[in-house]
């Protein structure tokens, strides 16, 4: 590297990653007057050129193959039709797995990072959740509660929009919701055997609209989330919140530039930040006076370990040694069933959101002496679906045969599957972590991780749980399990580490420095200046995905920052 | 349930009403309709990139048996397309393509598959399509018609005229999102959890 070029002026705020952290720290700060500078790996999004909602499959010579069959030979890293930049592999930018683990990693390189095509269930945590330490002995507690960032899940889901009802059920709370959409009629049946169960099954909370919000139109109805949503009816940090934010003025975006270092000065702060510029190959750096790294959970790790200097010789605020540990994905675990009541049923437009309508929030949080510690939801699947590559596989291997009496049987397929998936909560233990490879740099020079990963007792457990309740959900429902759904999983049935894509824990938070390496606002212990926004500080792993978690804290973590930058103190 | 057909006016005028309600930006507008837009008419007669004549033939012929409809449904344009662009397909293809002929001539002295009489055809799709007769003798034939069943199928169910046969009625957009009440009531009663 001949020459490192550095920006003249000091940025006041630099945040490194647009997804759903990244989106909304530079929403909050640029909607609080302050100037930000935005670091993104990827390139701009433009959803108009790059979204292909409302295709057909015969649209394409290919039909979503891929231009060389990609799909048949398990070499395509994400559905033709979706929305772009999602991988299991980045070509030039790989990861690596201790012996005798597995474990895998799904990156978004794009602004709006992997929020443009996730599958937007906005859970809240329980109050019990912030405390698993108090309630099991397992795990530690947060340093914040429920009370402390219940009015960001209010202002996130009043920004972002988030379907729901009021239910009063202690594993659920009730939120700022629009009026949800009505179930489609799998997920009727599946509310009536679970009422049958003593299970809860209630209207699922989707960051979608019902009613138009800011400028975003309502949801038409196509069920096609997963490939970017033209009329952003849907959340995705691109159109939510980094593209009105442009229009500010205040935020300047740094696309195709992926941090490599923090740079602090004899003081421990953060004073630049390197990165290598994707279209030249070359390192810049810009100065700071504060830095706030949302580049997801792992990513936030890497850059942080790799910020290695003589007063933090393990890393950037890792005096505690925290970082990379703690590392949890969530328990998946699936089944699905054919449903007899379903065959013959009318053929209607069962589209909907882009999603469950109806969801299965965990119901036994206050039952003593259970078989394993914490709980799950159960997200539910079904319905029309638009017909697609691959859709008919499982019939033609089922059925073999050819002929008008092959075809009558995949027609008699067509609708009547439904499936159930668990999600469940992970304890970290020492097993599960990420580190850097000392042997191994990407295409840009830059030390790449290393993962392990380990399943323990109490999620092989749960996984059981999961398959007992959801064999009695299917026959409940009159319908017969037909097989395990997780497309990707281990003996017991259990998913593979990562593949939930609920990665988190590795920078966590908490009161004592010493077992932590960022205080209750997310600011880390050993440099002022410098804030995680992404899934990296939570301190567990509970049983509701966390981007709305992430949305919440980064809100505060956000507004705090402005404060502190007012007040002078970074 | 009419006004839930599949009908790219019908989507374009929810979206359009959705968006009016909302502020859709021109772009995305434009968007919508370009992906809503009449696929082109094909023109003139496809030529195969990978295949021979006689194996695009075969193809055709073999799809068309597998999946009635097929052959409208463009599964040989599709499997070709693919083969072109991917040599382990290619040699799935045309590999078993060559392995049907020798087994005809084999057996009834024709010279290939597609020159062979129907009951002659059938007699051996009999064998091949399903697992249970794997054989030394019979394993290529059953693997290469695996692939040809799912591609054939992959290329109708995804063709205007699959995705009509099985009743799928979305891609359409809604304005609210409503369930027929037959459809609900229908499925109550057979499940008997009512
Ligand atoms: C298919 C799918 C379905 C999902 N469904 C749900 C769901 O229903 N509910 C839910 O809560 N969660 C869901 N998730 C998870 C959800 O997407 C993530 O939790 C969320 O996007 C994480 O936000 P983030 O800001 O931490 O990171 P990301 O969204 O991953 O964004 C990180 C950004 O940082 C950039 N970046 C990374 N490294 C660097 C670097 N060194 N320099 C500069 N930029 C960098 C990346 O390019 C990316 O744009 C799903 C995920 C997937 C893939
Ligand atoms: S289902 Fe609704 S939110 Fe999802 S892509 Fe379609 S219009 Fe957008």
Redesign the interface.
């Known amino acids: 590297m001949l020459q490192v070029i550095r920006s003249p002026n000091v940025h006041d705020v630099v945040v490194i990653g647009s997804g759903a952290g990244g989106g909304t720290v530079v929403h909050v700060l640029t909607g609080l007057g302050v100037n930000v500078t935005l670091i993104e790996a990827g390139p701009m999004l433009n ?3 790059d ?9 394409v ?5 891929g ?3 990609e799909q ?2 398990d070499k395509q890293q994400w559905g033709y039709f979706n929305a772009p930049n999602g991988y299991w592999d980045i070509e030039g930018e790989p990861y690596t797995t201790v012996p005798g683990t597995t474990f895998k990693w799904f990156r978004s390189r794009v602004i709006g990072g992997r929020t443009n095509h996730y599958g937007r269930i906005s859970l809240r945590f329980a109050d019990y959740d912030f405390k698993p330490y108090s309630t099991d002995g397992l795990g530690d507690d947060w340093p914040i509660t429920y009370e402390d960032i219940a009015p960001y899940y209010d202002k996130a889901e009043t920004f972002i929009g988030v379907t729901g009802t009021k239910e009063n059920i202690r594993s659920a709370p009730d939120g700022i919701f629009q009026t949800p ?6 997920e ?2 599946v509310k ?2 679970c009422d ?1 169960l003593k299970i809860p099954c209630i209207p699922s909370r989707m960051a979608m ?1 019902t009613k ?2 800011n ?10 989330c997963g490939r970017g949503c ?4 849907n959340y995705s940090s691109s159109q939510v919140q980094i593209f009105p934010a442009m229009k500010t003025g205040r935020v300047q975006v740094i696309t195709n530039a992926m941090a490599r270092e923090l740079i602090t000065d004899g003081t421990g702060k953060v004073v630049a930040v390197s990165y290598i510029d994707k279209n030249t190959r070359t390192e810049k750096q810009v100065r700071c006076r504060s830095v706030v790294v949302a580049a997801s959970a792992c990513e936030s790790a890497r850059l942080l370990l790799n910020s290695k200097s003589a007063r933090h010789a393990n890393g950037l605020a890792n005096s505690s040694g925290v970082i990379g540990r703690y590392l949890t994905d969530s328990v998946g675990f699936g089944l699905s069933g054919r ?15 882009g999603g469950m309508h109806m969801y299965i929030p965990w119901w036994e949080y206050a039952k003593k002496n259970k078989e394993f510690p914490r709980g799950y939801h159960v997200e539910i699947g079904g319905g ?10 499982g ?3 089922r059925h ?5 009496s ?2 009558q049987k ?2 008699g397929d ?1 609708g009547v599957t439904v499936s159930l998936a668990g999600r469940g909560e992970m304890i970290p233990n020492q097993h599960t972590y990420c580190e850097i490879d000392p042997a191994v740099v990407d295409r840009f020079g830059i030390p790449v991780l290393r993962f392990s990963f380990r399943w323990t007792e109490h999620e092989v457990r749960q996984a059981r749980h999961m398959q007992a309740t959801f064999q009695e959900i299917i026959q ?3 319908g017969t399990v037909s097989g395990l759904a997780n497309p990707e999983r281990e003996g017991e049935g259990i998913s593979i580490g990562g593949t939930i894509i609920h990665e988190l824990g590795t920078v966590r938070m908490g009161n004592d420095p010493n077992s932590s390496a960022l205080n209750a606002y997310c600011q880390a212990h050993d440099a002022k200046n410098l804030f995680v926004a992404d899934a990296a500080p939570f301190v567990s792993n509970p049983d509701k995905n966390p981007t709305l978690t992430i949305t919440a804290l980064a809100w505060r973590t956000a507004e705090y920052l402005a404060e502190e930058l007012k007040k002078g103190n970074v | ?1 009419s006004e ?1 057909n ?1 009908s790219r006016r019908t ?1 374009l005028r ?2 359009a009403l ?2 009016s ?5 021109a ?2 507008a ?3 309709h370009n ?2 837009a009449e ?1 082109k008419k094909a023109t003139g007669v496809y030529k195969p990139k990978l295949f021979t004549p006689h194996e695009f033939t075969t193809l055709a012929s073999l799809s068309e ?4 409809g097929a052959r409208a449904a463009g599964a040989a ?2 499997i070709d ?3 072109a ?2 040599d ?2 290619a040699a799935i293809f045309t590999g078993g393509i060559a392995w049907l002929d020798r087994e005809m001539l084999r057996r009834h002295n024709t010279p290939d598959y597609v020159g062979a009489k129907p009951g002659q055809q059938t007699a051996l ?1 009999d064998l091949i ?3 249970k007769n794997d054989s030394p003798e019979l394993g290529p034939g059953i693997r290469f018609f ?1 692939w040809a ?3 054939a ?3 109708y ?4 005229a ?2 009509a ?11 609210e ?4 009440r ?3 009531d ?3 009663k ?5």
């Open positions: 959803p108009a050129k979204f292909k909602e409302h295709m057909w499959p015969h649209q010579g290919h039909r979503g193959a231009d060389a069959a048949y030979f959409p009505d179930p489609r009629v799998h009727i049946l009536h055997a049958g609209l138009p919000l400028g975003r139109a309502a949801c038409h109805y196509c069920g096609q033209v009329t952003a009816s449903i007899p009541a379903l065959e013959g049923l009318p053929k209607h437009d069962s589209d909907g959101f029309f679906r638009m017909p697609q590559l691959g859709m008919t596989h019939s033609c291997r073999e045969g050819y002929g008008p092959l075809k995949i027609a067509y409940k429902m009159g | 349930m839930n599949v989507m929810n979206v959705a968006a309600l909302g502020g859709l930006p772009d995305a434009q968007h919508v992906a809503a696929d048996t597998i999946i009635p344009e599709f397309l693919l083969a662009h991917n382990e397909l799709l399509a399903y697992r695996e069943r799912k591609m199928a992959d290329a169910y995804t063709s205007k699959g995705i046969e099985l009743g799928y009625k979305g891609n359409a957009g809604m304005t999102f409503k369930i027929p037959e459809a609900i229908y499925a109550m057979k499940s008997e959890l009512a």
